[in-house]
T-cell receptor, first 114, second 113 residues
Framework: AQSVAQPEDQVNVAEGNPLTVKCTYSVSGNPYLFWYVQYPNRGLQFLLKYITGDNLVKGSYGFEAEFNKSQTSFHLKKPSALVSDSALYFC????????????FGRGTQLTVWP | EAGVAQSPRYKIIEKRQSVAFWCNPISGHATLYWYQQILGQGPKLLIQ????????DSQLPKDRFSAERLKGVDSTLKIQPAKLEDSAVYLC???????????FGPGTRLTVL
């Protein structure tokens, strides 16, 4: 069975500081991993994905994520947080197939303080 | 490129009433998904279409939920009759033929009273 865990319901950081939003996954076979961001009353916006290749992937708005196979983790990072990064972040996993369903975590609310 | 369109954005109904949601995917995207997002949870897949055929509806409560994708483009999701626990945001997403990424619409927030 596929599943995603986001161990932190909330992450609070000061503007300008680095941020990390954690994600661990369980999947049979090769994982396809995704991060999405959701602003209030909006749908999910795609940030970045890992399919294969370099373990460090870069995405939109200065975000990046590191795939760690041994720890089954895919943590989202940003070197310098902005107040406008405050939103709900979802990690998702899919089995190595282009048509498979996405399994989402519960989400992590990121708040960046000015 | 236009994104995934959904309507209505908000809907309030009484329990036991029926409701329908509409989705128009990104042009040319063959795969369409409907997800249910209950407050405080991540989205959960209800049904997946490839063109106008159903690929996965294992999590769809078929006694009350139905969906169709006529002509392999637009899709409608219907609930009849609605229950209180159906209150959620219903998200539509689409992906291209060789595209791994699912792109989401703004969602429809349903409140069942």
């Amino acid at each position: 069975a596929q599943s995603v865990a986001q161990p932190e319901d909330q992450v609070n950081v000061a503007e300008g500081n680095p941020l990390t939003v954690k994600c661990t996954y369980s999947v049979s076979g090769n994982p396809y991993l995704f991060w999405y961001v959701q602003y209030p009353n909006r749908g999910l916006q795609f940030l970045l994905k890992y399919i294969t290749g370099d373990n460090l992937v870069k995405g939109s708005y200065g975000f990046e994520a590191e795939f760690n196979k041994s720890q089954t983790s895919f943590h989202l990072k940003k070197p310098s947080a902005l107040v406008s990064d405050s939103a709900l972040y979802f990690c998702a996993v899919r089995r190595g197939s282009t048509l498979g369903r996405l399994y989402f975590g519960r989400g992590t609310q990121l708040t960046v303080w000015p | 490129e236009a994104g995934v369109a959904q309507s209505p954005r908000y809907k309030i109904i009484e329990k036991r009433q029926s409701v329908a949601f509409w989705c128009n995917p990104i042009s040319g995207h063959a795969t369409l998904y409907w997800y249910q997002q209950i407050l405080g949870q991540g989205p959960k897949l209800l049904i997946q279409f490839q063109n106008n055929g159903v690929v996965d509806d294992s999590q769809l409560p078929k006694d009350r939920f139905s969906a169709e994708r006529l002509k392999g483009v637009d899709s409608t999701l219907k609930i009849q009759p609605a229950k209180l626990e159906d209150s959620a945001v219903y998200l539509c997403a689409s992906s291209g033929r060789t595209e791994d990424t699912q792109y989401f619409g703004p969602g429809t927030r349903l409140t069942v009273l």
